[in-house]
């Protein structure tokens, strides 16, 4: 009866050490110069325990991010009751996170590289967006409804799905995302782009 | 004087032969199972070829995406003189477009994977994405601000922004993308998410 249990926490020991040392080496080299030799030298395993698990270095890189390794505090949406200034704050901090981190931007990309070649990585991504948004940001949205601030029959999932799609997507593109284009996104979703009538 | 430009000849009609056998090979097996392999053999010319001009799988097909070979129709953005009912009419041809072609889904995620791990692909992306919406998008949303439907201040590549990011994250997540979607996200891009003051 112990082998097995030995051999799991065994395995659980590995895992968290790949996780670490991807982690510490994108600190350290970045996504760009990340090599899979080196993860598994850092975690003290074979190249192939880490192939095990991830078929390729996006995939761990997005795994690390999943696991709340690196980027783990933009899974929380502060609450001051103004919803508008909440995802304006929410969003800043994701700029300074990319202005202090040069890595950050190909630790996006790493996921949505990941997310576009694996249905597992997109289902695992998915789930984890969706529970933050489940957690965080729907709870603030739907606290905002209470509130009277959202509209009525505005997904709270939609609002997330624009707010991560947008800025994906300017990521993607090398495009920066400065203050004032988080000032102007933010007035584009809460205001419409329509003219009033 | 003659060499050169023969040899030019040469390199543009291989490279326009690589990327019509790519859309061929698509249509016929999809993307998850192209084979540069196939694709160098269709176009008559050796796999080195292939590879002399484009790194991966991911990046001939996003080549194949911007130069017009597939999802061309996409670029095409009507005018009635109404711009919600030609932004929801866009946005529905490509719901009606993926729910035809059951390699829709996998085209769209190679173009986000190749941007995501080539600046250049990106740059690229980018420059015709951005071509599309001065030409298309753009045009029409800077016609619907002379008209009035559009609220001083929202700048057109960012609605072109908002739209692509928010369909683009739906793919990676694989997310249907409904004709119930395209009318809240269109609802909620016009008219914004915030309650009436």
Redesign the interface.
């Known amino acids: 009866m112990s082998e097995p249990r030995r051999g799991r926490v065994r395995s659980e020991t590995a895992r968290r050490a790949i996780l670490e040392a991807t982690r510490d080496q994108l600190a350290e080299h970045g996504y760009d110069k990340l090599s899979m030799d080196r993860v598994a030298a850092a975690a003290g395993v074979g190249k192939q325990t880490v192939y095990r698990w991830w078929p390729s270095k996006?995939a761990v890189v997005a795994e690390c991010v999943l696991a709340g390794y690196v980027l783990a505090d933009m899974r929380v949406v502060a609450d001051t009751g103004d919803?508008?200034s909440d995802v304006r704050a929410w969003l800043m901090a994701f700029v300074d996170f990319v202005d202090r981190d040069p890595a950050a931007g190909g630790l996006v990309?790493?996921l949505?590289?990941a997310?576009?070649?694996s249905?597992a990585v997109?289902?695992h991504?998915?789930d984890r967006?969706t529970a933050t948004a489940e957690s965080h940001l729907a709870a603030r949205l739907a606290d905002a409804e209470r509130r009277?601030?959202?509209?009525?029959?505005?997904?709270a999932v939609?609002?997330a799905?624009?707010l991560?799609?947008?800025?994906?997507?300017?990521f993607?593109?090398?495009?920066d995302i400065t203050p004032e284009?988080v000032d102007?996104?933010c007035?584009?979703?809460?205001?419409?782009?329509?003219?009033?009538r």
């Open positions: 996006s919803l508008r990309r790493a949505a590289s997310a576009a070649e249905d997109a289902t991504l998915y967006f009277g601030q959202l509209r009525d029959g505005i997904p939609m609002v799905e624009m991560f799609g947008t800025v994906l997507y300017r993607l593109v090398r495009q284009f102007r996104l007035d584009a979703i809460f205001n419409g782009i329509a003219a009033p």
